[in-house]
């Protein structure tokens, strides 16, 4: 038997709700060759042999029909497809030489999803045709460009479309149209002989059979060519269930579910197309044909859980299987609790079904995908750098898989969709988006829509929802009312949904959520672009709304100047009143915003109400959106709004002065008492292992043998967090130390700011015992902080460890490396060559809170090894990139950012810059060195500073840019009104 051929196995029943896979592929038993299939039309002549009187289909017998399905069988089924192939021949619709072993003439098909679309269907393949299978939803510009890229000069449609076929017959003048054959006409009695046109080969399975295409969010839709054995090899996953279906058949998730039907002898009744598909119609068309199967996209699944007739009819199916998108959690949640069995589909045209989540009785995780046995071969989980997604991609030898867009791994096929890995269910995969779907904010930071728009379009007023944002400094959404929100203004929409945006917030990372100003409503009615899944085209939904996103910004960055006159104390007692409103309750006016929980949604949300609310006597504009980070507490922020608004001279905090203050303040340590504990090897803590350098210094660390303990402390809530937050972030740069060194690890949850650090007393009695270094890397990067916001937590902290070192019951003091920045000396006015020694003035700090607190820092570093004789060192740090290995480098850079602007864009800018970076693990490296944990290193030497930076630049210009080109890169270069700012030339000395 040829290896393209498929051997139709027997159907079987079951009687309770499916939880495990029950899919079939190829019969393992021997089968006469008239039971093999090449070909689509195969399937069906075998079924009306095999199976002459078991109903196949379900179609309403009116236009406007819910209750009146009539049932048609495989032997009426293969007769429409005879009555209607003898009809198409008689119109001139003919073959090509049948014999002929080149590729099969391509007839388009644009028609909704009847009964006569199912005719035609099959009496195309019965001719010997590939079909192209069009969206209904098309315009004549793809339509033209689909029928160029298959070579199709035919189209068989209905009259409706005919405004349609005009343009695109303007554009293809030799296109020949076709009206759709009527059922009076190919139901009628036929003449014997059977019609035949072409035969059954095992070279006929390797020709397309149907090309359907992509949705075209990106662009043109691209065809995608399907053979038949890649399609029959598809349909043998099928259910031997009794189903309803509410996907178009030009859809390849429809044609595969009613083919899968075909296969398993089961019927499938179809939803009336002409009806729209409202919870009502849904619940009464099923309730009428009672499925055991359901197939549809989640937005049906919304429709009918909107009320307890529809959980209802859900519930009575034994599987409910969605597919097309992702299924809000909330929606899921709430079926699987009602006992709905819902199992997740996940696939590509291109690829057909990869995975469901069916599952073992009892697992309610539905919202996971599972990997089959067959397809592990051939899947290959890549995770996306600097991220926890994975994108699906699969490998060459997939039968289904029709065609490929990557070489590496070479051959395969890349789905551009992202998941995520179950914490504990090995195997198991939640959708998270498109890689094309993240919304980048002008700062850099990845908005995830997919968990937001999925939470808020579970509520009963909203049909659609739409995360927009990017190159914007903050998201935000519009939402397309639902039939419920009839008679309701915008602002009563917008109160009424609100909640489920609120309730939203609390799952996102805090640059990802919505103030309830960026909330947009469009008109009822309003047709947006989808695909037919129901799914948001992303790229033409923001163009299309672009005037209503604009308004929203333009409303929300220049509100109208408030009223409200305060004197100072009233600005605070104000102040604090709204950062409550906001969720932060302030213990008082000199309580520092960020360290309080002030993230930049708060910010801007503050920003937005101080300029509606407050008067400003016309200075409003000078008012900065960051105005709560450059103003670190609610005592200096009323001071500053005050100033703005009597035009008197605004007390402006000096940084150096709060600098110098910090420095003297944390300079203070108790001396080391000497004691006589034995430490036997080195016992380590490490921070920072949840950011790229401290996860390569841990992944570096743990195979030295003299090191026997490293203490990892982690900001969470509890050492069993701390553990995992630790295994994530080596996980997600493929830095995989065995279980035997991972063994030496223990994480802690700590609070930096506390004298204990957050650890108990058992804990710091051990450490005191053994500790031998710290090595802290842990420190916030966020340039919007002033300096005094790095105390409490950062500043502060690094005292706390300093003293800790001080308090060993050992010999000596546990040695301390400070990880700090080249930016530190970033300020030093120019020509400048800085040496390894302690930077001379406060002001020669880069201009922003991070460097300056890195070098108040410095200074309490060099006083703890001047002063009380603790081997403290400062490891001055450059630019680092990503490792050497595999090259994770953070996407939210500014430098990933700018290079990928080169794909988003095409260009990327001409920089005077000559840049030195290093890197990760080879930083990471260099730590290791100078603290003396890989090699010896003499405990006196006066260094108490070294640069780990890259001695040799390199030109951005002329030699980076080259380098991109060679790389595969196509971008044009921009000139630059200015470089980069804060580029330092620093020497080694030893």
């Known amino acids: 038997m040829s290896s393209a051929a498929l051997t139709l196995p027997a159907a079987h029943a079951h009687d309770k709700p499916i939880y495990a896979s029950s899919t079939t592929t190829t019969a393992p038993e021997e089968s006469k060759d008239s039971d093999v299939l090449y070909t689509i039309n195969d399937l069906l002549v075998h079924r009306a042999r095999t199976a002459p009187d078991v109903p196949l289909v379900a179609y309403p017998a009116s236009e406007s029909g819910l209750t009146d399905y009539v049932q048609y069988t495989a032997r009426m089924l293969d007769g429409f497809a005879e009555g209607a192939a003898r009809a198409y021949l008689r119109l001139g619709l003919v073959p090509g030489d049948p014999f002929d072993a080149g590729e099969r003439t391509v007839v388009a098909l644009l028609a909704p999803s009847n009964i006569d679309y199912i005719a035609t269907l099959f009496a195309l393949q019965r001719l010997g045709f590939s079909v192209l299978l069009l969206s209904n939803r098309l315009s004549a510009h793809a339509i033209a460009a689909l029928l160029t890229s298959t070579n199709c000069t035919t189209i068989i449609t209905t009259p409706p479309f005919a405004p349609l076929l005009t343009a695109v017959q303007a554009a293809k003048p030799a296109l020949r149209t076709f009206t ?19 035969r059954s080969t095992p070279t006929e399975a390797a020709k397309v059979a149907f090309i359907v295409h992509s949705s075209g969010s990106t662009g043109l839709p691209k065809p995608i060519f399907q053979t038949h054995a890649a399609c029959l090899f598809n349909y043998s996953s099928s259910f031997p269930l009794r189903g309803f279906i509410t996907l178009p058949l030009y859809h390849n998730h429809g044609i595969s579910s009613f083919m899968r039907a075909v296969f398993s002898r089961n019927v499938i009744a179809f939803f009336n197309p002409n009806l729209p598909l409202t919870g009502a119609n849904l619940a009464t068309a099923m309730e009428h044909t009672r499925p055991q199967i359901f197939y549809g996209v989640p937005y049906a699944l919304k429709v009918l859980a909107e009320t307890p007739r529809g959980v209802a009819v859900l519930r009575a199916c034994r599987l409910v299987l969605f597919g097309g998108s992702s299924c809000p959690d909330e929606l899921g949640d709430r079926l699987v609790a009602a006992g709905v069995n819902l199992v997740g589909h996940y696939g590509a045209t291109e690829t057909g079904q990869l995975m469901t989540s069916f599952r073992p009785a009892g697992d309610d995780a539905w919202n996971y995908v599972r990997v089959p046995k067959a397809l592990e071969p051939y899947l290959l989980m890549d995770r996306v750098a600097g991220s926890d997604a994975y994108e699906v991609v699969v490998r060459d030898g997939w039968k289904a898989k029709v065609c490929s867009n990557a070489d590496e791994p070479p051959n395969s096929f890349r789905t551009r969709d992202l998941f995520v890995k179950h914490a504990t269910i090995e195997g198991a995969w939640k959708y998270l988006g498109r890689i094309d779907d993240r919304v980048t904010l002008v700062n850099g930071e990845k908005v995830l829509p997919i968990p937001i728009e999925g939470r808020v379009r579970e509520h009963p007023l909203v049909r659609e929802c739409v995360v927009f944002g990017i190159g914007k400094s903050v998201p935000g959404i519009l939402l397309i009312p639902s039939e419920h929100a009839v008679g309701m203004s915008d602002d009563e929409i917008r109160d009424s949904v609100w909640p489920a945006v609120e309730d939203a917030n609390t799952r996102a990372e805090s640059f990802s959520q919505i103030s309830k100003e960026m909330v947009g409503v469009v008109a009822r009615g309003v047709d947006y672009p989808s695909t037919d899944k129901g799914t948001v085209i992303r790229a033409a939904f923001y163009k299309q709304f672009e005037p209503e996103i604009s308004a929203i910004y333009a409303a929300f960055e220049n509100t109208a100047e408030g009223t409200l006159v305060l004197d100072i104390p009233g600005l605070e007692a104000f102040l604090l009143s709204l950062f409550k409103e906001t969720g932060v309750e302030l213990e008082s006016t000199t309580s520092d915003f960020f360290l309080a929980g002030v993230d930049s949604l708060r910010a801007i949300s503050v920003w937005n109400k ?31 709004l005050y100033a703005l608004r009597t035009g008197s001279e605004i007390d402006v905090v000096d940084d150096i002065e709060v600098m110098q203050r910090l420095v003297e303040k944390y300079s203070v340590f108790d001396p080391h008492v000497p004691g006589n504990a034995v430490v036997d090897g080195e016992t380590v803590i490490l921070t920072g292992t949840t950011g790229s350098l401290g996860a390569h210094v841990l992944a570096q660390i743990l195979p030295l043998e003299n090191v026997k303990r490293v203490y990892c402390l982690v900001r969470a809530p509890s050492p069993a967090e701390a553990l995992a937050r630790v295994h994530a972030s080596l996980a997600q740069r493929s830095l995989q130390p065995p279980p035997a060194q991972l063994s030496k690890v223990t994480a802690l949850p700590s609070d930096f700011s506390r004298a204990d650090l957050g650890l108990d007393a058992a804990t710091l009695t051990q450490l005191r015992n053994t500790l031998t270094a710290v090595v802290h890397s842990a420190w916030a990067v966020n340039f919007n902080m002033g300096v005094a916001s790095f105390e409490t937590h950062h500043i502060a902290g690094a005292h706390n460890f300093l003293q800790l070192c001080l308090s060993v019951r050992t010999p000596r003091p546990a040695r301390f490396f400070f990880c700090s920045s080249i930016s530190a000396a970033a300020g030093t006015p ?4 800085i040496g390894e020694t302690q930077v001379p003035e406060l002001a020669h700090a880069q201009g922003m809170g991070y460097a ?37 480098w953070s996407g939210t ?58 001695p040799r630049v390199f030109s951005w210009t002329h030699d980076l840019l080259p380098a991109l080109r060679a790389a595969g890169l196509d971008f044009d270069v921009v000139r630059s009104a200015s470089g980069c700012s804060g580029c330092v030339t620093a020497t080694r000395t030893l």
């Open 893 to 950: 850079e500014a430098i990933p950012l700018m290079i990928r602007s080169a794909v988003t864009l095409g260009v990327l800018p001409d920089l005077d810059e000559t840049p030195s970076w290093m890197p990760v693990d080879t930083v990471a490296q260099a730590i290791l060195e100078l603290s003396g944990l890989s090699c010896p290193l003499p405990q006196d030497t006066p260094t108490t500073v070294y640069h780990v930076l890259n």
């Open 852 to 888: 300056r607190s890195k070098l108040v820092t410095e200074r309490i570093v060099g006083a703890a090894a001047g002063g009380v004789g603790v081997h403290a060192r400062v490891l001055r740090i450059g630019q680092i990139v990503g490792d050497s290995r595999v090259g994770v």
């Open 830 to 833: 120019l020509p400048a060559r």
């Open 180 to 198: 759709i054959i009527p059922k009076h006409t190919y139901a009628a009695k036929q003449p014997q002989p059977r019609l035949t046109v072409h």
């Open 610 to 640: 101080l300029k509606k609310t407050l008067s400003f006597n016309g200075n409003s504009g000078k008012l900065s959106q960051i105005v709560v980070f450059e103003q670190p507490n609610v005592q200096c922020l009323a001071r500053y």
